[in-house]
């Protein structure tokens, strides 16, 4: 097993480095706008010096567009140059809720047959359902992988909601509506199946992030989508990378995006 505690922070700050040492400049900032100029590319950007919005362009051979693409959506000028037409090709994204449990003190794990369940990194509650019929992913358990002999004495259970009992704009209308109170209800939903009482005297703050577009739906008919195949093939100064090109979100694919469109660039 291979982890550490910075996430993904390492390899941006690796690739970073890299770019230092090839004497590569990087002028970190927002793209608002990329669009083919001639033999090249140019991004209008923008970014926050001393507090002030400042806007800046940059030129180059190329540029890799590795965000999700209902934003590329927006921010490629004439994607339709691409083979790509939002309104006809672009996938449905399915919205996602996301709950931080800060936990002063680990909850009890409940006994079965005199013996205590074990805790997992990933714990998911079996057959289990959250408020309104949402569908509970389980939970993660940040301090779970620390190298240690005892548990840590404070941790962080990261909740996951899937709104799969609706339909997309339907479960995004709801968000923007809900309650504090209907909120974590449904975001503690599997730690309450999980530990019942004892899980509330433990914690110490709830953050909730409500992610509207967090991943594309892998529909009937995505394979088969003209205008994801004509990304996919993409080989000019605009590539494209990014799981949605998958339509299977995870790092894994990410990655294989990733790299794939740098072998074109460097080609």
């Known amino acids: 097993m291979l982890t550490w505690p910075g996430g993904l922070a390492p390899l941006v700050a690796g690739m970073a480095d890299s770019a230092a040492r090839a004497g590569v400049a990087r002028r970190p900032g927002t793209a608002v706008s990329l669009r083919r100029v001639g033999g090249g590319v140019e991004a209008l950007c923008f970014r926050f010096e001393a507090g002030v919005p400042t806007s800046f362009l940059v030129r180059a051979p190329g540029a890799i567009c590795a965000m999700p693409l209902f934003v590329a959506a927006r921010v490629v000028e004439d994607m339709a140059a691409h083979g790509f037409d939002a309104r006809r090709h672009l996938p449905e994204y399915a919205p996602w809720l996301v709950a931080n449990f800060v936990l002063r003190e680990p909850p009890r794990e409940r006994e079965q047959g005199g013996e205590a369940v074990p805790l997992s990194w990933d714990n998911v509650v079996q057959g289990a359902q ?5 569908h509970g992913l389980g939970y993660v358990v940040s301090t779970h992988q620390d190298i240690r002999v005892t548990p840590a004495e404070r941790s962080v259970y990261t909740a996951y909601v899937a709104l799969a009992d609706r339909r997309p704009q339907d479960a995004r209308t709801w968000m923007q509506s809900a309650s504090k109170e209907e909120l974590i209800a449904l975001a503690a939903a ?8 004892t899980l509330a005297p433990c914690v110490e703050r709830v953050d909730i992030t409500l992610r509207a577009h967090a991943m594309a739906i892998p529909g009937p008919g995505f394979r088969s989508n003209a205008g994801l195949a004509a990304l996919r093939e993409a080989d000019g100064p605009i590539l494209f990378a990014h799981a949605d090109l998958s339509g299977f979100s995870v790092f894994e694919e990410a990655s294989w995006w990733g790299w794939r469109a740098a072998e074109r660039a460097l080609g």
């Open 190 to 197: 599997d730690l309450k199946a999980a530990y019942g009482w």
């Open 130 to 134: 959250g408020a309104q019929g949402a």
